[in-house]
């Protein structure tokens, strides 16, 4: 059982930076494969980024490539997400999710998921 706590989101203008940390509960967190997701007003939830158990494998989704960067720290059960150059259509409530297989992009890969953070990015 893994459980999952968001934090870091809030209002920022376009162009500014943001990040967001997940801590995670259990000794089992290196073990997961973690994601980011996002969700809009009206809209589905969407994958944002994923990273491997050992971080030798991340992925991110076209819309933030080269924006935003998914890390993980094992040792202190953290995963993050530097947003850099932020834009009003990054504005969404931001969950983080874990994984006992692979880190993939279906958001039905993933078995635990924490309440959310919101991200608003003003123009």
């Known amino acids: 059982q893994v459980q999952l706590v968001e934090s870091g989101g809030g209002l920022v203008q376009a162009g500014g930076s943001l990040r967001l940390s997940c801590a995670a509960s259990?000794?089992?967190?290196?073990?997961?494969?973690m994601g980011w997701f996002r969700q809009a007003p009206g809209k589905e939830r969407e994958f944002v980024a994923a990273?491997?158990?050992?971080?030798?494998?991340?992925s991110n989704t076209d819309s933030v490539k080269g924006r935003f960067t998914i890390s993980r720290d094992n040792a202190k059960n953290t995963v993050y997400l530097q947003m850099n150059s932020l834009k009003p259509e990054d504005t969404a409530v931001y969950y983080c999710?874990?994984?006992?297989?692979?880190?993939?992009?279906?958001?039905?890969?993933?078995?635990?998921w924490g309440q959310g953070t919101q991200v608003t990015v003003s123009s």
């Open positions: 999710a874990a994984s006992r297989g692979l880190a993939t992009r279906d958001k039905n890969n993933y078995a635990y």
């Open positions: 259990g000794r089992t967190f290196s073990s997961y494969g």
């Open positions: 990273i491997g158990w050992s971080s030798s494998l991340t």
